[in-house]
Each structure stands twice: as C-alpha cells, then as structure tokens.
Nanobody
C-alpha cells in the first residue's frame, strides 16, 4: 500500500520561505518519478516541480524557477520542496505525487501522469 504524507505547510509573509516534505512508504520501485503539484481555489491542479528516481532529471514550472528547489532523500524515502521568495500567488494546497515509471520530460509536470497522491498541505502567502 503506497502512502505519501506531506508536511511543512503553513502561513508566511511574501518574500518568506518554507520547506515542504513528503514521506513515501510502501513504494519500492527503482524507476519512478516524484513530483509536487498545487491547486488554488477555483483553479486546476498544476505541476510545480518533479524529479526522477535517480535525481538526474528535474523539471520546474516557469513560475517557480529560481525560487523553488526539489530534492530527494533516498535513505529516508522522502522528497522535499524548498520554497523561497514566496509570493501571494503561490498560495495553494500542495500535493506530493508518485508514479512507478520514468516519465518523459514533458510529462513530469502533468498531474494525470501520476498514480499515487498525498492528502496535501496548505501553503498561504500574504
């Protein structure tokens, strides 16, 4: 049973930073991709950042490039999203997702490509 649990969300002022974490359990695939997505009220879910199992490929949405960094900790089966220079438009529910295949580069930020999802953690920037 695959389980993804996000943590680290909260409220922060514009220009501030947050670190989101996603603990992954029940997941033994060596060829997989993990990603962060977000959904603001009234908007569609969008890809924020993604990484492949080897950590050799990362992909970021244009809106977060240079501000957000995705990383993985294979010893702890977790991924992180370091968010800096936060803006009010970054306010959303953030979700961690996983898929047991290596996606093509363009698919890394497409929500429909992912199979397993966490419950989300709220980020509010004011």
């Amino acid at each position: 049973h695959v389980q993804l649990v996000e943590s680290g969300g909260g409220s922060v002022q514009a220009g501030g930073s947050l670190r989101l974490s996603c603990a992954v359990s029940g997941y033994t695939y060596s060829r997989n991709c993990l990603g962060w997505f977000r959904q603001a009220p009234g908007k569609e879910r969008e890809g924020v950042a993604a990484i492949d199992a080897a950590g050799s490929t990362t992909h970021y949405a244009e809106s977060v490039k240079g501000r957000f960094t995705i990383s993985q900790d294979n010893t702890k089966n977790s991924i992180h999203l370091d968010m800096t220079s936060l803006r009010p438009e970054d306010t959303a529910m953030y979700y961690c997702a996983a898929v047991p295949v290596l996606l093509w580069y363009g698919g890394l930020l497409i929500p429909d490509e992912y199979k397993h999802w966490g419950q989300g953690t709220q980020v509010t920037v004011s």
